[in-house]
């Protein structure tokens, strides 16, 4: 299968959301020794060659012992359409792929990253579906969806669901995802506590305010 060059790759990590349902800043949150974001940045960053966080426009990050790039909203909450719209921007001089994933997927693993990066071939994207639903922000694009990102945001239109909607893409069933990471980590949200608990307790992993 042929890939898309590690030098021709970006990561984009969602850090941006109100975190409403989780009641605590989710890139802040413990998971272990590290923090959830510093998690997810660790485990993406030996697939691609940089790695840039869609920041809210005033947002304070934990202490991250990785090399990453910072891009806060250029407006107030501006939502995650336009974010990954501006992702794209930032990395479309020299990248060819992103992989684009929330800050809240700390059971994410390098090899289901890979697989979607294989799958992206000549599509414009490759998204899971979870539940008969698109997973639009735990997925891999191509450059050639900026374009279509680009004039749908422009009708005016900032559904994310509707930005994809135009995209020449692969997508991916759960059983497809399963042969290559049987837990799924990719589709795992840590949205709420008690998605939080169940993930830790996934990892192997105490609840720091449990123990």
């Known amino acids: 299968m042929a890939t898309v060059p590690i030098t021709n790759r970006a990561a984009l990590i969602i850090c941006g959301g109100e975190s409403r349902r989780m009641g605590r800043a989710k890139p802040h949150l413990p998971f272990g020794d590290e923090t959830m974001l510093a998690r997810v940045v660790r485990i993406v960053s030996p697939a691609v060659e940089e790695v840039v966080l869609l920041t809210a426009k005033t947002q304070e990050l934990p202490d991250l012992p990785y090399a ?8 107030e909450q501006q939502g995650p359409a336009a974010a990954l719209y501006e992702g794209l921007k930032c990395v479309a001089g ?3 792929a992103v992989v684009v994933l929330g800050c809240d997927l700390p059971l ?14 000549n599509y414009e994207a490759v998204i899971p579906r979870h539940e008969g639903l698109p997973q639009p922000l735990a997925a891999v694009y191509s450059m050639q969806a900026l374009e279509k990102l680009e004039n749908v945001l422009y009708s005016g239109n900032q559904r994310l669901l509707s930005c994809i909607e135009p995209l020449d893409t692969f997508w991916v069933d759960p059983r497809e995802l399963a042969l290559v990471d049987a837990r799924l980590g990719i589709l795992h949200n840590v949205n709420t506590p ?3 608990r169940e993930a830790l307790a996934i990892a192997g992993l105490s609840h720091p305010l449990e123990e």
């Open 108 to 121: 994410v693993n390098e090899a289901t990253i890979e697989f979607l990066f294989e799958k992206l071939q």
């Open 68 to 75: 990453y790039t910072e891009l806060p909203d250029r407006v």
């Open 94 to 96: 020299w990248a060819n």
């Open 194 to 196: 008690d998605a939080y």
